[in-house]
């Protein structure tokens, strides 16, 4: 879970060469909806491994293989500075600024070349660099996050459950509403953040959050303030289990663990949940929904559309 403002150069790029791809996106880039024919296509699908409940994807730079977190909550993509040497990418001679769980570190950029997944070719960056390593899951220490400003270029297929990720493309046609699947689902409202990540709002013990939805935290976890509107109490939360969460920044950070009653998405009831209750979130949300929901549910991401669509288990 990261947060970092991303250039507007570099999300512009980003998105006109994905579009140049036949990557989803709005009609006003790139020429005229006339100029295309409408409709999704499946651009890409990729296998998605769960490990200790993170989703890894795989990729390659300049040729060589790298696992990458599936991480929503993330702005951009993100390197470890083993995996940038081990790579050979070239200092960027910029700084950049990393702001997640555990507070904000300075760090310098490397210049990503030669960056695919699977078949797509993304567009040469300059990427952030974290000092340490990405925390082990299992037998497997990630290269680093795959992020929003490649992700949000897509319709986004997530299906967890048969660990698969498949990216949609092209233009969407008027009117076109809800994902090609032919069971049931619900389509859920979303808002997209400047920096291109998605939140919606979902019922925690019958008291409206905005919920940022987040494959990179293993669990889900809830500001103090907002737990105590859905009627948590001082007294409760001090007699709950502490924990600790770590994430991209250099400090851990304190919290509890608490049971909810329930968690409503939509028409879909996640009950007797159990989220860690920290003191605040620097992604500007009541609540991180996290690997303990997504990773039960297929869900479609709409960034054009700003919708969510989850099936009906």
Same mark, same amino acid.
């Given at each position: ?103 904000? &570190? ?131 939360? &001090?007699? &709950? ?47 991180? =929904?996290?690997?303990?929901? =997504? ?6 991401? &709409? ?11």
């Amino acid at each position: 879970m990261i947060r970092r403002a991303a250039p507007l150069a570099l999300a512009l790029a980003l998105a006109l060469a994905l579009l140049a791809a036949g990557c989803a996106a709005s009609p006003e880039i790139g020429g005229s909806q006339a100029d295309h024919v409408c409709g999704l296509r499946p651009m890409q699908e990729l296998p998605v491994t769960l490990e200790r409940n993170v989703p890894l994807v795989p990729g390659t730079i300049g040729g060589a293989p790298v696992t990458l977190v599936l991480d929503t909550g993330a702005d951009t993509v993100l390197l470890t500075a083993a995996a940038a040497r081990r790579l050979g990418l070239a200092d960027s001679r910029t700084i950049r600024t990393i702001t997640g769980a555990g507070g904000s &570190s300075r760090n310098y950029g490397a210049q990503l070349r030669d960056f695919r997944i699977g078949s797509l070719a993304v567009p040469n960056h300059t990427v952030a660099v974290l000092p340490r390593d990405l925390p082990h899951v299992g037998a497997t220490t990630p290269d680093g996050l795959l992020g929003v400003t490649v992700l949000s270029a897509f319709d986004i297929d997530l299906d967890l459950p048969r660990g698969r990720l498949t990216l949609y493309g092209g233009w969407l046609c008027q009117g076109m509403e809800g994902p090609p699947w032919t069971g049931a689902y619900t389509p859920i409202p979303a808002e997209v953040s400047g920096n291109g990540r998605l939140s919606i709002v979902v019922m925690i013990d019958g008291t409206p959050m905005r919920a940022l939805l987040d494959t990179g935290a293993q669990v889900s976890v809830i500001a103090a303030d907002a737990a105590a509107r859905a009627g948590v109490g001082e007294q409760a939360l &001090s007699a &709950s289990i502490p924990a600790i969460v770590q994430g991209t920044g250099p400090e851990t950070v304190a919290a509890r663990v608490h049971r909810f009653r329930e968690v409503q998405v939509g028409n879909d009831i996640f009950r007797g949940p159990t989220m860690m209750v920290a003191e605040r979130l620097t992604q500007g949300a009541d609540v991180i =929904l996290g690997m303990d929901y =997504l990773s039960r549910r297929r869900i479609w991401l &709409s960034f054009a559309r700003q919708r969510i669509y989850v099936a009906t288990p």
